[in-house]
């Protein structure tokens, strides 16, 4: 079964292709990217890879995690599921999704 890793404190300039390649040294790699800015196309500087199997995804953070890469020391983890955090201010009503805000005065 594939295991989902999280890859932080990557250089900016750390592509997904040098992300994929770091982790096929260890294992198969299924993906790898680079999470970047919507506005900007600039790297946000965390990614993720997925590996094929569990022992190549623990053997890649045993070995990676706090080494040195591209002049970064990385983190590497098991990715946490994603949280729901809604949709930005659709359906909330403002920030936070706390409704209609009244004035305090």
């Not at 594939?2 to 040098?18: A, I």
């Not at 098991?78 to 936070?96: I, L, S, V």
């Amino acid at each position: 079964m594939s295991m989902k890793l999280y890859v932080g404190n990557l250089s900016f300039q750390t592509s997904s292709q040098d992300l994929e390649d770091l982790f096929a040294g260890i294992g198969s790699v299924e993906s790898a990217s680079v999470v970047e800015d919507r506005e900007t196309g600039r790297s946000r500087g965390f990614g993720f890879v997925e590996m094929t199997n569990q022992a190549d995804a623990e053997k890649a953070i045993a070995d990676l995690d706090g080494q040195e890469f591209a002049g970064r020391n990385i983190k590497v983890n098991e990715a946490k599921p994603r949280e729901d955090r809604g949709r930005g201010n659709y359906g909330g009503g403002g920030y936070g999704g706390g409704g209609r805000r009244e004035s305090r005065w």
